[in-house]
């Protein structure tokens, strides 16, 4: 027996080496790929824009940081990685599929004589002679239909004839169930995956090197790389040590600004702010925020902000939380290098501000995650913290012109103008108010047109249900149904509300329509956001709170989707009213609670809802009590009829008139034997406990 090494001219084995290294790399990627992406802070491709002519400041450079958003998102070259390991994969596999095709099939005698490796000899001779009649030359002709010839029927009844004597020799028999060939042991034949052009003349060390260092090096670094990166990241994919650094950051109490300097402490900054950039026109930008605080042309940071601030020591830290505040000011820095690292910051921003909620979220405090909601609002909307301005939402408005609108409007109260509240006023008013403080009547439409298109959603009825039952009982499942409108703030003509369109009824079991129409989401139009470098699609957070302890009872349920279509293609309310729903379970004592429910867009200032929300749990015996009346008799074509009949019992036909329902419960009160007598006002009266009323006012 001898060993021989040689390469792989016909490119047998080299297929099976490249797809095996080619899949080590492009399966875990296509996993990454594939896997559901955050978005918190992205868009839907099916929603569409708010239309608006209006172009801000540095348009130029935040077009520029929103396609290099877009270019992240898509993760080009990831994409173009995985798309060619799969082409390449592909193609290994044709070449393994034509090789195994062109390469010569192994003699095998149990397959010619269509016997099984443990036939015994006996067997053998039986299949032999079965054989002699169908398959001998002097008794088979050739088949026409499949092109044989005299020479093929020979030659399939010598191979026939030479897997026979092969079977029936103890010796060669052995051999071939040992060894797998007649003639027993062959020589031993290494193949290299590795086709002999590649190393020809004299090439083979270099390839040889470049083996090493792919096997040894490049394959476990990549692998090892992809692994460490996916443990150093939260389910929010933010990083470990960034959520670990917010963490420390948390209080109970918390407003925007505290917010604001919490999620500044996360390390994705360092991609943004790396090198030259975490101190290069750190000073220029202090300077800037300083001067325009002091000059009191924008609203100010209070003062606690402006100390954690100073007392920042991280350079990046420090950069990042100046340009966070020169962000929401709309402040101008002078430095198109600022200008483009500001807009860049502010999607990153809001994403460690929804890792951040999720930490506030943890804790259940109300305080912390309702700064943390509003301060999404103000990022996505460039406002600053310091004071509401919402009307900094519509184009061409600045807070010198908001201010001398709020004056005149509010009579020298220092009352903030909502634009549900603006657009309210009879456009007259509106165009002399716009005049007095230096807005012209083109720019004021610019601003009423995108007013007209914002997705106000407007509470109609809100209740608490049980799927099925009539009553709230003790740890049921209990659903917090919400229905609403979306109706634009200076939408006329709105259509009234159709009772029927607030009631929540159960679809019948087995009802596939209803269920269909139920599982249909539409969208709401991107986010208004110019000065936000990135497609955002606005979410509504609904959530109960309970007053007394400042904690989240509840919590929230996001909503970015919904049942019914909100807006037609042109932008115009359809005026549906749309149903959200959040499923919690009920206490386990039986009483009145009473909770806050809050909705908050966190894309928009000034669209939140706030109102009361009553629950009664009743006693769990009194969802057992049934009415006589509310039993039918089965019907006689029914089995359950036949059956009765059969026991004697009554059915629907024979069945007396019912009596009314007062004359039950009398009928019941005599059998009754007890100390006090039974009325009819509290049966009637416990029918009206269920109903809620959650009406009040907006906030």
């Known amino acids: 027996m001898s060993s021989e090494y040689n390469y792989d001219p016909d490119a047998q084995f080299f297929p099976f080496f490249v797809l095996t290294i080619t899949s080590l790399v492009t399966l875990p ?11 918190t802070t992205g868009g839907s491709s099916k929603a569409s824009h708010i239309t608006s002519a209006y172009q801000p400041e540095h348009a130029d450079i935040i077009e520029t940081q929103r396609a290099k958003q877009k270019r992240k998102e898509r993760r080009l070259k990831r994409l173009l990685t995985a798309a060619t390991g799969w082409v390449v994969m592909a193609y290994m596999v044709y070449l393994m599929y034509v090789t195994a095709r062109a390469a010569p099939t192994v003699w095998n005698p149990y397959d010619i004589l269509d016997i099984g490796m443990s036939a015994s000899e006996k067997q053998i001779n039986s299949r032999y002679r079965r054989l002699s009649v169908t398959m001998h030359p002097d008794k088979r002709q050739p088949d026409a239909s499949r092109n044989e010839t005299f020479d093929m029927v020979n030659d399939q009844w010598v191979e026939i004839v ?42 083979g060390k270099y390839v040889l090197v470049f083996y090493g260092l792919l096997l040894g090096i490049g394959l476990p670094w990549l692998v090892g790389k992809w692994w460490y990166g996916m443990q150093k990241m939260t389910r929010e994919r933010v990083l470990v040590t960034s959520a670990g650094n917010m963490f420390k950051e948390y209080r109970e109490r918390m407003d925007e600004g505290d917010v604001a300097a919490a999620v500044s402490s996360a390390l994705e900054y360092r991609d943004i702010l790396h090198g030259a950039k975490e101190q290069s026109g750190l000073g220029k930008l202090e300077k800037k925020l300083i001067q325009a605080f002091e000059e009191g042309a924008e609203p100010g940071m209070l003062p606690k902000d402006r100390k954690k601030l100073e007392d920042v020591e991280d350079p990046v830290r420090r950069k990042t939380l100046a340009l966070v505040w020169a962000y929401l000011h709309r402040l101008d820095l002078d430095d198109k290098s600022l200008e483009a690292e500001k807009y860049e910051l502010a999607p990153t921003v809001l994403q460690m501000n929804e890792a951040f909620l999720s930490i506030c979220l943890a804790y259940g405090f109300t305080s912390p995650v309702l700064a943390t909601y509003h301060l999404s609002q103000r990022l996505v909307q460039a406002t600053p913290p310091a004071e509401r301005l919402p009307l900094l939402q519509l184009p061409h408005f600045t807070p010198s012109i908001i201010k001398q609108i709020e004056q005149t409007t509010s009579a020298g109260r220092h009352e903030h103008i909502s634009i549900q509240s603006f657009m309210a006023l009879p456009a007259e008013h509106r165009q002399a108010l716009a005049h007095a403080a230096g807005l012209s009547n083109g720019l004021l439409k610019v601003a009423e047109g995108v007013a007209r298109q914002l997705p106000l959603l407007k509470v109609e009825k809100a209740f608490f249900k049980v799927q099925g039952e009539r009553y709230l009982v003790p740890s049921s499942l209990v659903q917090f149904v919400v229905k609403a409108r979306f109706i634009p703030p200076g939408t006329t003509n709105i259509p009234d509300l159709i009772e029927k369109d607030l009631l929540d009824v159960d679809p019948a079991e087995g009802d596939i329509q209803a269920q269909k129409q139920e599982q249909e989401q539409h969208p709401v139009p991107l986010a208004y956001a110019p000065y936000f470098a990135k497609d955002r699609s606005p979410r509504w957070h ?35 009213v749309v149903t959200l729903k959040m499923q919690f379970q009920a206490p386990p004592q039986a009483g009145e609670y009473k ?105």
Request: charged fraction near 35%.
């Open 29 to 39: 990627l296509t996993y990454t790929l594939l896997r559901a992406p955050s978005t």
């Open 162 to 203: 030479k897997a026979y004597k092969a079977l029936t020799d103890e010796d060669v028999r052995n051999n071939y169930i040992q060894y797998g060939n007649p003639d027993g042991k062959q020589s031993t034949s290494f193949g290299i995956a590795l086709p002999q052009f590649l190393v020809s003349e004299g090439s």
């Open 542 to 576: 609904i959530f109960l709170v309970d007053n007394r302890q400042g904690k989240i009872a509840v919590p929230p349920f996001t909503f970015a989707s919904f049942d019914k279509k909100p807006f037609h293609e042109d932008g115009s309310p359809t005026f549906h």
């Open 595 to 699: 909770f806050v429910m809050r909705m908050i867009c966190d894309s928009y200032l000034g669209f939140d809802h706030k109102q009361e929300a009553v629950m009664v749990v009743e006693d769990a015996s009194k969802a057992n009590e049934v009415d006589d009346d509310d039993i039918s008799e089965p019907e006689e074509d029914s089995i359950a009829g036949q059956m009765a009949a059969l026991k004697g019992q009554p059915t629907a036909s024979d069945a007396q008139p019912r009596r009314p329902r007062k004359a039950i419960r009398e009928a019941r009160a005599e059998d009754e034997e007890s100390d006090y007598e039974s009325g009819t006002d509290e049966d009637e009266e416990s029918e009206s406990e269920t109903d809620t009323d959650t009406d009040s006012d907006d906030e």
